[in-house]
T-cell receptor
């Protein structure tokens, strides 16, 4: 069983479209994250949810909207996609009081054309 | 703000060579420190960690020691293999209340046979 699973793995779409990426973790963790990795491999946090509550919201365009229906799921919806949104998006999870770092999903490569 | 600085890549070594990837951090306080590895086409995996000064993290022949006096967490391996070719990320995280992982820019390592 995959600990943190993201779907889809690849997503190619046209500018202006709306798309969603889904993430699920089966580790029983209480905190989930979305990170964006650009073409130079730089990783930047976008959002963090703890038990369905938003706790980190970095400077991200409001076209990006996370949704956490329960603590095992954190989805990312993107409206009006732009060329600059092309990147790899990683979901991750952790148990808040343990300083074990994160468990990452395998990523979703989004290409906007 | 908190930040992590890694040595610029790419780094190319011959098999069985000694590896050092430098990492220093800037932070108010004493964060936990991590090394993550990203193999081609995959997500990030935790390689090792250290939570307090003078702790040594180790895994798969890799080691790193938390040096408070030099604010460093350099990654070392005595004899690298072709399978170690990947991108390595240094990261920091503070204690409970702010679990954001702040990453360095990553260092691409290529090992040639």
């Amino acid at each position: 069983d995959t600990a943190v699973s993201q779907t889809p793995k690849y997503l190619v779409t046209q500018m202006g479209n709306d798309k969603s990426i889904k993430c699920e973790q089966n580790l029983g963790h209480d905190t989930m994250y979305w990170y964006k990795q650009d073409s130079k491999k730089f990783l930047k946090i976008m959002f963090s949810y703890n038990n369905k509550e938003l706790i980190i919201n970095e400077t991200v365009p409001n076209r990006f909207s996370p949704k956490s229906p329960d603590k095992a799921h954190l989805n990312l919806h993107i409206n009006s996609l732009e060329l600059g949104d092309s990147a790899v998006y990683f979901c991750a999870s952790s148990q808040r009081q343990f300083l074990d770092g994160y468990t990452f999903g395998s990523g979703t490569r989004l290409t906007v054309v | 703000g908190d930040s992590v600085t890694q040595m610029e890549g790419p780094v190319t070594l011959s098999e069985e060579a000694f590896l050092t990837i430098n990492c220093t951090y800037t932070a108010t306080g004493y964060p936990s420190l991590f090394w993550y590895v990203q193999y081609p086409g995959e997500g990030l995996q935790l390689l090792l960690k250290a939570t307090k000064a003078d702790d040594k993290g180790s895994n798969k022949g890799f080691e790193a020691t938390y040096r408070k006096e030099t604010t460093s967490f350099h990654l070392e391996k005595g004899s690298v293999q072709v399978s170690d070719s990947a991108v390595y990320f240094c990261a920091l995280m503070f204690d409970f209340g702010n679990e954001k992982l702040t990453f360095g820019t990553g260092t691409r390592l290529t090992i040639i046979p």
